[in-house]
């Protein structure tokens, strides 16, 4: 079953903006994290956030979490080119953590 | 440093033909193996994942079998391909289940 699921499924900004995707999920986790696929390619991973973090950042990108809620946001300020690629959240279970989750992908289209 | 390969790159294969696609990690032992699939465009469903030698789960019925003969093989196989085994395989391997996972190039099957 999904665990996570992106929003918006797809997103085209200009180099320089900020880029925003959300990420909802459905149970409990120990930990969140966000992965990046360019176009063909294997996903790579970008950031781990856990249950007790509300936010973390890494370069220009910074996640939130929001347990109450069950869902995390994924910003990417200062926008390149380099950035287009699918991004995709991945969420452990508190019951398994054999596994992670993966969400459904935002497709983010960054336009020179 | 650890290194995940995957071969091939990208198969051609005609329905009912056998399938054995490959995935090997450097570098670590004893780590937890992956194999997602990936339609065009769409999300990562996991496939099968093995915390030890010999220790298959199985995440979706079908006729995809994997087996893991040493520590740090993951094989992915079918005894006969159907047209909907078309798609993108990915492995993948972490450390700590529920941790950060590392990915391979991945294989485009393509079954005619």
């Known amino acids: 079953s999904q665990q996570g699921e992106e929003d918006p499924q797809a997103l085209s900004i200009q180099e320089g903006e900020n880029a925003t995707m959300n990420c909802s999920y459905k149970t409990s986790i120990n930990n969140l994290q966000w992965y990046r696929q360019n176009s063909g390619r294997g996903l790579v991973h970008l950031i781990l956030i856990r249950s007790n973090e509300r936010e973390k950042h890494s370069g220009r990108l910074r996640v939130t979490l929001d347990t109450s809620k069950k869902s995390s946001s994924l910003l990417i300020t200062a926008s390149r080119a380099a950035d287009t690629a699918s991004y995709f959240c991945a969420t452990d279970g508190s019951y398994n953590t054999d596994k992670l989750i993966f969400g459904t992908g935002t497709r983010l289209q960054v336009f020179p | 440093s650890q290194t995940i390969h995957q071969w091939p790159a990208t198969l051609v294969q005609p329905v009912g033909s056998p399938l054995s696609l490959e995935c090997t990690v450097e570098?670590?032992?004893?780590?937890?193996l992956y194999w997602y699939r990936q339609a065009a465009g769409r999300g990562l469903q996991l496939l099968f994942y093995s915390v030890g030698i010999g220790q298959i789960s199985s995440e979706v019925p079908q006729n995809l079998s994997a087996s893991r003969p040493q520590d740090r093989q993951f094989i992915l196989s079918s005894k006969k391909l159907l047209l909907s085994d078309s798609g993108f395989y990915l492995c993948?391997?972490?450390?700590?289940?529920?941790?950060?996972?590392?990915f391979g190039p991945g294989t485009r099957l393509t079954v005619l």
């Open positions: 570098g670590t032992s004893n780590p937890n």
């Open positions: 993948a391997w972490s450390g700590p289940p529920g941790d950060t996972q590392y």
